[in-house]
Structures are given as structure tokens and as C-alpha cells.
């Protein structure tokens, strides 16, 4: 699957946008079928950043969104600014 296919577009809330600057943390709407592994392949692979972890949940819409952490060596508001969240 394309990486444009897995990550669809970033959830920005006032909680997530909040969760960039705190945890390093980004948060993506992501299609239903794909495993964290996909994810983790995609993510870094556009963005060129390391990921340390990666929790899923579906929403109450029935979609699914990832909650991306970063390594400490990459700055989760560094990639906030190239998707025009920040």
C-alpha cells in the first residue's frame, strides 16, 4: 500500500496540537485496514523521522487514528509545521 494510502491527513484538535508540544506525539487518521507496522514504514518514510511508538484506536465515526511518538531526536512540531498544523 502507497504511504499517501496509509496516512490519510492529521487530526488537528486542540488535544492533539497540545499532545505535539507536550509529548512529541502526532496524531493521523489512518485507513482502517493497515497494522502498525504500515504505519511505521509510511510515516517515516515521508516525514525522514524515527518513531519510538505508535498506539491505534477507532474512533466513534469508525475511523482509525494513530498516535505517532517520535524519538527524542526528532521534534513532533518540526513535522507540525511542514502539514501546516502549527
Known amino acids: 500500500m502507497d504511504a ?11 488535544k492533539n496540537v497540545s499532545l505535539v508540544e507536550k509529548e512529541n506525539k502526532i496524531v493521523f487518521i489512518v485507513d482502517k485496514r493497515v ?3 504500515d504505519i511505521k514504514r509510511a510515516f517515516e518514510e515521508l516525514f525522514k523521522v524515527k518513531i519510538e511508538k505508535i498506539n491505534t484506536s477507532i474512533t466513534r465515526e469508525g475511523r482509525k487514528k494513530a498516535f505517532i511518538k ?17
Open 4 to 14: 499517501y494510502e496509509v496516512l490519510k491527513y492529521p487530526n488537528m484538535t486542540e
Open 35 to 37: 497494522k502498525k507496522e
Open 70 to 86: 517520535l524519538k527524542k531526536e526528532f521534534a513532533a512540531a518540526d513535522v507540525a509545521v511542514k502539514l501546516g498544523m502549527i
